[in-house]
């Protein structure tokens, strides 16, 4: 008995001292921006036309986040930790709006790989469905898309993931309705996501997601075919629970070519609709096409992004002067500054 009181000591000692050696991880980002609307128009809450999540604010230095990332790794078990302070990770971040905290948990969840195939996740993640993030270093244009904005941003749950080869993967889970930490209604969504890499560097998700609020079927690929260019694809249809009259469709292409270490130019083109009864955006039934021009300047960890956005809708949907002339036409310019750490 004291010998295998002694193994079991020796094992606890042994785990304690290599959880100790681990190191814990720190990263993020902060970020903040100055917009203009062309057309002068600022709404009552200093807002310009065009509505997508983020870099919202008309003619003003603005705020993004900070976003502080903690995580470790100990064995074969994980976590991660991700708290944002600022408009961009708090109510910029959820469609259920400020929640009266100065903060934001953007992801909370814990990880045990079984086998280097096999893995499950449970807490609280950034949702697998769509091209963009909400971290700004994880995208190359500051702006977000249409298809970005009308969510979801975050789905508690739990999945279990399988690596079937180097090409292949699934990914299948449970989680809450979209962006909340409780689902009062109970665990109501399942989703599911197929990864494949044809060849290298070009990699595609399939992604699934039904419940309460509605089905989305979801396409993501990044192709980086030379060492400067880089082609994106998100394309994607959601139905809102119910008649399936309320929701979207829409998709985006992203091209990227990278001068150099230092620069690079961007472009996203966007085709968004909302279904007969509306989601978010744009009137029922309308549409709104966008262009996204943007350059990446860096100077080490900081990113400098200038950027111009041209949207055009369907019908009249924005504002042309402060006289709230309406107009189908929308434009902008920001300047954003990005570091990560």
């Given at each position: 008995m004291?010998?295998i009181?002694?193994?079991?000591?020796?094992?606890v000692a042994?785990?304690?001292?290599?959880?100790?050696?681990a190191?814990l991880?720190?990263s993020?980002?902060?970020?903040?921006?100055y917009k203009y609307?062309?057309?002068?128009y600022?709404s009552?809450?200093?807002m310009?036309?065009?509505p997508t999540?983020?870099?919202?604010e008309?003619?003003?230095?603005?705020l993004?986040?900070?976003?502080?990332i903690?995580?470790?790794?100990?064995?074969?078990a994980?976590?991660?930790?991700?708290?944002?302070?600022?408009?961009?990770?708090?109510?910029?971040s959820l469609l259920?709006?400020?929640?009266?905290?100065?903060?934001?948990?953007?992801n909370l969840y814990?990880?045990?790989?079984?086998?280097?195939?096999?893995?499950?996740?449970?807490?609280?993640?950034?949702?697998?469905v769509?091209?963009?993030?909400?971290?700004?270093?994880?995208n190359?244009?500051?702006?977000?898309?249409?298809?970005?904005s009308?969510?979801?941003?975050q789905n508690?749950?739990?999945?279990?993931?399988?690596?079937?080869s180097d090409?292949?993967?699934?990914m299948?889970?449970?989680?809450?309705?979209?962006?909340?930490?409780q689902?009062?209604?109970?665990?109501?969504?399942?989703?599911?996501?197929?990864?494949v890499?044809?060849?290298?560097?070009?990699?595609?998700y399939v992604?699934?997601?039904?419940?309460?609020?509605?089905t989305i079927?979801?396409l993501?690929?990044?192709?980086?075919?030379t060492d400067a260019v880089n082609?994106?694809?998100?394309a994607?249809?959601m139905?809102?629970?119910?008649d399936g009259?309320?929701?979207?469709?829409g998709?985006?292409?992203?091209l990227?070519?990278?001068?150099s270490?230092?620069?690079?130019l961007?472009?996203?083109?966007?085709y968004?609709k909302?279904k007969?009864?509306?989601?978010?955006?744009?009137p029922?039934g309308?549409?709104?096409?966008?262009?996204?021009?943007?350059g990446?300047v860096?100077a080490?960890?900081l990113?400098?992004i200038?950027?111009?956005?041209f949207?055009?809708?369907?019908?009249?949907?924005?504002?042309?002067?402060?006289?709230?002339?309406?107009?189908k036409?929308?434009?902008?310019?920001?300047?954003?500054?990005?570091?990560?750490?």
């Amino acid at each position: 008995m004291k010998k295998i009181l002694l193994v079991a000591n020796l094992l606890v000692a042994g785990f304690m001292a290599s959880a100790q050696d681990a190191p814990l991880t720190i990263s993020g980002s902060v970020d903040s921006y100055y917009k203009y609307d062309f057309s002068g128009y600022k709404s009552s809450e200093g807002m310009g036309n065009i509505p997508t999540s983020f870099a919202n604010e008309n003619n003003s230095i603005s705020l993004g986040m900070v976003n502080v990332i903690l995580g470790k790794s100990v064995g074969k078990a994980s976590f991660v930790g991700d708290v944002s302070f600022g408009p961009r990770g708090q109510h910029q971040s959820l469609l259920n709006g400020d929640d009266g905290n100065s903060f934001h948990i953007q992801n909370l969840y814990m990880s045990y790989a079984f086998t280097d195939k096999f893995s499950m996740t449970a807490g609280f993640m950034g949702t697998f469905v769509g091209y963009e993030v909400i971290s700004p270093t994880g995208n190359f244009n500051y702006s977000t898309s249409y298809l970005f904005s009308a969510g979801p941003f975050q789905n508690a749950g739990i999945k279990a993931e399988y690596a079937f080869s180097d090409k292949v993967g699934l990914m299948v889970g449970l989680f809450n309705d979209w962006n909340v930490y409780q689902d009062l209604d109970g665990v109501s969504d399942f989703g599911a996501q197929l990864s494949v890499s044809p060849v290298e560097g070009w990699d595609a998700y399939v992604n699934f997601l039904t419940g309460s609020a509605g089905t989305i079927v979801d396409l993501t690929t990044s192709y980086q075919a030379t060492d400067a260019v880089n082609i994106g694809l998100n394309a994607a249809d959601m139905s809102a629970s119910g008649d399936g009259n309320s929701g979207y469709t829409g998709g985006a292409l992203y091209l990227q070519y990278g001068f150099s270490d230092a620069f690079a130019l961007g472009a996203r083109g966007e085709y968004y609709k909302e279904k007969s009864d509306g989601w978010a955006f744009v009137p029922g039934g309308e549409s709104v096409v966008g262009l996204t021009l943007s350059g990446n300047v860096k100077a080490g960890p900081l990113t400098v992004i200038p950027e111009v956005r041209f949207d055009k809708g369907s019908t009249n949907m924005f504002y042309k002067n402060m006289n709230l002339d309406p107009t189908k036409n929308a434009s902008q310019f920001s300047l954003a500054l990005v570091y990560g750490f």
